[in-house]
């Protein structure tokens, strides 16, 4: 596994418990959870798959090794107080030393903001966003 994202929602939020946001694979696997909407099985989570290119597998790569190396801390608390809802989104990777790294990320709304530039290391603020362009924006 190169890397894998979960995140846990509590709270006032569809759907609550845990998601799969993101897990590749080194053989350039990739998987995700995303939430229907519409249909049949509205409200339902679906397991997704796409096959990732080599270079996108090293762009994410490059970003895992930089946020390594500007990562001051593991663990994000939340910029606003607790209202509804409550996310906990779990990073979780290889370091260059072969350990596995996780970083944890408390945010007290549904969504991470990641133009709050200040607060997240630039590396880890890019790699979301490629990963939710890869992901289709889901």
């Given amino acids: 596994m190169v890397v894998e994202i979960k995140v846990r929602a509590e709270g006032v939020v569809s759907p609550p418990g845990e998601t799969l946001m993101f897990r590749l694979f080194r053989s350039g ?33 490059r970003l895992l090794r930089e946020l390594e190396i500007s990562l001051h801390k593991r663990e994000y608390p939340p910029n606003v107080p607790m209202t509804d809802v409550r996310t906990t989104t779990t990073l979780t990777y290889k370091s260059s030393t072969g350990q596995n790294l996780t970083i944890i990320l408390y945010e007290n709304d549904s969504a991470i903001d990641f133009t709050a530039k200040q607060k997240y290391p630039e590396s880890m603020r890019k790699l979301f966003i490629k990963i939710g362009n890869m992901r289709g924006g889901n």
Avoid: C, Y
Avoid at 39 to 47: I, L
């Fill in 29 to 61: 696997l990739a998987e995700f959870d995303v939430h229907n909407l519409t249909g049949e099985r509205k409200n339902e989570m679906q397991r997704k798959s796409i096959q990732v290119d080599e270079s996108d597998i090293l762009e994410i790569g």
